[in-house]
């Protein structure tokens, strides 16, 4: 399985903060990358998703993340953030099978 | 979008116990997976299925078991709960034609007394 990291465990902000959120996976070739976020009570939902091309991708809710595969690594976005982006987020990849490797998540606070 | 159903969604039992967690997903989806979440941890793979009677033992080593007897249909079952497997278990499915976006439920978070 893939290693996936995610280096912060706990982000809090305030309202109108831009938000970055890393994440670093270990296989070095053909990889599907995803960012799911999971809003308190809810189940998980795909938040954007990388498969080929264009490595900046855009998601749900004004949050876009960039593909940097020399970097390994598919970092999240949004440029300001709302109160109702509190939630935990996981970056997920896929290699040459229907498997995921999750990372431990992040959870983001956004304070009002 | 994509309905996945989980029952219960909260668990309590007591040690020695027989339970099953049920998932089901009424949009013929082939592809289904179980996975285990602890707090402020990854979800871990335990199960997968890719179709009727395919069933596979995913990343993390569990004491439980699965069956796909019917398409929509992926149970699992822990024959004798202990306190070690209290947790969150959450079930997903792929839809036929999208590659790896996996479409999650809402999770049973058992826990074992």
């Known amino acids: 399985a893939q290693s996936v990291s995610q280096h912060n465990h706990h982000v809090i902000l305030s309202e109108a903060a831009s938000l970055e959120l890393g994440c670093n996976y270990s296989?070095?070739?053909?990889?599907?990358l995803f960012w799911y976020v999971q809003y308190p009570g809810q189940h998980l939902q795909l938040l954007l998703k990388?498969?080929?091309?264009?490595?900046l991708v855009k998601g749900i809710k004004g949050f876009e993340a960039e593909f940097i595969k020399s970097k390994f690594s598919f970092n999240l976005r949004k440029p300001s953030v709302q109160w109702s982006d509190t939630a935990e987020y996981f970056c997920?990849?896929?290699?040459?099978?229907?498997?995921?490797?999750f990372g431990a998540g992040t959870t983001v606070t956004v304070r009002a | 979008e994509a309905d996945i159903y989980q029952t219960p969604r909260y668990l309590v039992i007591g040690t020695g116990k027989k339970i099953t967690l049920e998932c089901s997903q009424t949009?013929?989806?082939?592809?289904m997976y179980w996975y285990q979440q602890d707090p402020g941890m990854e979800l871990h793979l335990i199960h997968y299925?890719?179709?009727?009677?395919?069933?596979e033992k995913g990343d993390l080593s569990s004491e439980s078991t699965v069956s796909r007897i019917r398409t929509e249909h992926f149970p699992l079952t822990l024959e004798s709960a202990r306190p070690s497997h209290t947790s969150q278990y959450l079930c997903?499915?792929?839809?036929?034609?999208?590659?790896?976006?996996?479409?999650f439920g809402p999770g049973t978070r058992l826990t074992v007394l």
């Open positions: 990388y498969f080929s091309g264009d490595p």
């Open positions: 296989y070095g070739g053909t990889v599907n």
């Open positions: 997920a990849v896929n290699s040459n099978d229907y498997k995921l490797s």
């Open positions: 949009m013929g989806h082939d592809k």
């Open positions: 299925s890719y179709g009727v009677n395919s069933t």
């Open positions: 997903a499915s792929v839809p036929t034609g999208y590659y790896n976006e996996q479409f």
